[in-house]
């Protein structure tokens, strides 16, 4: 079985194959019990959210992995698909700016993307 580590990779490969941007990896392991990563990134509209959800979800489920919980698919300004160990957080712009989910976990070790 692959480890939360390859699984989250593989969430940020499938980002950037839509095109979606600054993406963070956040590593919240040891500071919530929520989960051990975040994964933040931006899309410029509603459409390019759903396709970076979309090619997310189908690239897991052919690793056998579904996510427990989405929210925020049908508005888009804030996706939120969670996995369990990791949660992904798809934003616009003005969304992202707006909760700052960096500002808020800034204990968190970041975590570069290739």
């Known amino acids: 079985m ?3 580590k390859d699984y989250v990779n593989k969430a940020v490969d499938a980002i950037l194959e839509k095109k979606g941007y600054d993406v963070k990896i956040l590593n919240i392991e040891g ?3 929520i989960a051990d990563y975040f994964i933040i ?3 410029s509209n509603p459409n390019q959210l759903h396709a ?3 090619e997310i979800s189908e690239t897991l489920s052919k690793e056998g992995l579904h996510p427990k919980q989405t929210e925020g698919y049908q508005l888009a300004n804030w996706i939120l698909v969670d996995y369990g160990d990791f949660i992904i957080h798809l934003f616009q712009p003005e969304s ?3 909760y700052n989910l960096e500002r808020i976990w800034k204990d968190a070790k970041t975590e570069s993307v290739e």
Do not use: V
């Open 2 to 4: 692959a480890e939360i």
């Open 31 to 33: 500071l919530s019990p």
């Open 41 to 43: 990134a931006t899309g």
């Open 52 to 54: 970076i959800c979309d």
């Open 96 to 98: 992202r700016d707006y």
